[in-house]
Structure formats: C-alpha cells, structure tokens
C-alpha cells in the first residue's frame, strides 16, 4: 500500500513537473528565417575630428523573408599600429558598440544609421564592421569591413 502511495506520488510529480517545464510551443522557425541578411552599404567619412559611419538597415532575412523589426546594431573595430599591421594577418574585432535599432518593425524606420568614433590616434589603421541583432544571441554575419589610416 505504501509503495503504491509512493510511486503514485512521484508519477504526479514527474507529470506536473513536465507541464509547468514545457511552456507554450510554437511552429519550428529555420534560423535563416530571422537572421538578417549581413548589411551592404557601410561607409565612411572622415573629418579633422574624427570617424562617421552609416549604413542601411537590412530588410530582408537571409531566406528572403521581411523581418518585422530590428533590435540592435552591434558595431566593431580593430585598431593596429602600421608598424605592426601586416596585411596577411587575421583582424580582431571588439564590439564598441550597441546602437538601438527599429523594435517597431523594419520598413517604418529605413532612414540610414549612423555612429561617430573620434580620438582616433595617429599612425594606426581602422577597420570597422557592423552586424544586426534580432535578439538574443540571434545576429547576422557581419558587414564587409572598411578601413583607413588615420
């Protein structure tokens, strides 16, 4: 009888553990379904002061698919002295970055972003990079880098 109690018990708990744990399920998406297509624009300008950079929000997903909103755009760079730089050597990136995007939803806010880096030091080489963030831990690869000597 006690060993009925027991296990009745444990097969309660088992199930309600599995009920409250499982959470709403929704349809199977494929990643390439939410990550944005890497941006295709990054430029910059140089002035006396400093670094501008702007780009063009992506649109689309890498399946093809609108995205329906932007939360971030993480912006990287490297710097080397040109007296150690080689240009067969692998660049290292670090984020400087993390610039709001659209949560409203991509298409309602296409005007080009921007983000300004100045106490640039002379005699160094830049280079910068920026990726889309669809939240967490969901990021498109990166733009193709620009670089100048500063």
């Not at 950079?53 to 995205?67: F, I, K």
């Not at 970055?97 to 005699?123: C, F, H, M, W």
Request: hydrophobic content about 40%; some cysteine; charged content about 25%.
């Amino acid at each position: 009888m006690k060993l009925k109690i027991v296990v009745t018990w444990a097969i309660l708990v088992f199930a309600g553990a599995l009920l409250v744990s499982c959470g709403k399920k929704t349809a199977l998406v494929p990643p390439q379904a939410i990550i944005p297509v890497p941006i295709s624009d990054l430029a910059y300008l140089l002035d006396e002061n400093g670094v501008t950079l702007s780009w063009s929000p992506p649109r689309l997903s890498e399946q093809g698919e609108r995205l329906s909103g932007i939360d971030k755009f993480l912006v990287e760079r490297a710097v080397y002295d040109l007296r150690d730089f080689c240009d067969n050597c692998p660049v290292r990136y670090t984020e400087v970055a993390s610039i709001a995007g659209d949560e409203s939803g991509v298409g309602r806010n296409q005007q080009k972003r921007t983000y300004r880096d100045e106490g640039l030091r002379p005699g160094h080489i830049y280079f910068y990079r920026v990726k889309t963030g669809m939240g967490w831990r969901v990021t498109s690869r990166p733009s193709e880098p620009v670089s100048f000597r500063w």
